[in-house]
Nanobody, 124 residues
């Protein structure tokens, strides 16, 4: 069955950059909108970005707008999250997830499959 695996997390200094990858296996992502979420200790899970299947329309949370860029390469069955100008408050476990929609729904939409997450730590 479809599985998602995140990679690319790590330790980075404030102002630095990371690119996260969400690779799918056991199926294809081309029919699904894909979201990136994050969760930090003591905070609720937050959807930081989403990219649609059709037209690759994107959404961003206000907290990351202008700093993060989501993209997808359906030929590689992979979705990316480029994170620039990272701040300590970006520290979290980042997850990707798929929803049964062509276009991005609201952040509370029931995504049907999730990855295991990758840790991003922004600290000096």
């Amino acid at each position: 069955q479809l599985q998602l695996v995140e990679s690319g997390g790590g330790l980075v200094q404030p102002g630095g950059s990371l690119r996260l990858s969400c690779a799918a296996s056991g199926g294809t992502l081309d029919a699904y909108a894909i979201g990136w979420f994050r969760q930090a200790p003591g905070k609720e899970r937050e959807r930081v970005s989403c990219i649609a299947s059709i037209d690759h329309i994107t959404n961003y949370a206000d907290s990351v707008k202008g700093r993060f860029t989501i993209s997808r390469d359906d030929a590689k069955n992979t979705v990316y999250l480029q994170m620039n100008s990272l701040k300590p408050e970006d520290t979290a476990v980042y997850y990707c997830a798929a929803e049964y929609e062509y276009y991005c729904s609201g952040p509370d939409y029931p995504y049907f499959i999730w990855g295991q997450g990758t840790q991003v730590t922004v600290s000096s």
